[in-house]
């Protein structure tokens, strides 16, 4: 059974800071593409970025050159580091994992930028 668990969202001032993470059991992330998405309030859920299991990233335009994607294998823990943050990041979070089979999804974390 696989379980995708986020943490680290929080309350933070524009131009601030957060770290995610997505720990996972059940499912081995560097075989297979991670990813993370969001969802603002009355907005649809969009891809914020993604990591593949060949290393590769991809980005939403609003956030390239402040989230960096990663992934500790050792730990299978996929991490959203979010810098320079503004009011526009606020949304729910959600870690997402690509297998071959099907895709899961976390349970979601919430992310609040004041100005």
């Known amino acids: 059974q696989v379980h995708l668990v986020e943490s680290g969202g929080g309350l933070v001032q524009a131009g601030g800071s957060l770290r995610l993470s997505c720990a996972a059991s059940?499912?081995?992330?560097?075989?297979?593409?991670m990813a993370w998405y969001r969802q603002a309030p009355g907005k649809s859920r969009e891809l914020v970025a993604a990591?593949?299991?060949?290393?590769?990233?991809n980005y939403t335009p609003s956030v390239k050159g402040r989230f960096t994607i990663s992934r500790d294998n050792a730990k299978n823990t996929v991490y959203l580091q979010m810098n320079s943050l503004k009011p526009e990041d606020t949304a729910v979070y959600y870690c997402?994992?690509?297998?071959?089979?099907?895709?899961?999804w976390g349970q979601g974390t919430q992310v609040t930028v004041s100005s």
């Open positions: 990591l593949t299991r060949r290393g590769e990233t």
């Open positions: 059940g499912i081995i992330f560097s075989h297979n593409t």
């Open positions: 997402y994992a690509d297998t071959s089979s099907r895709v899961y």
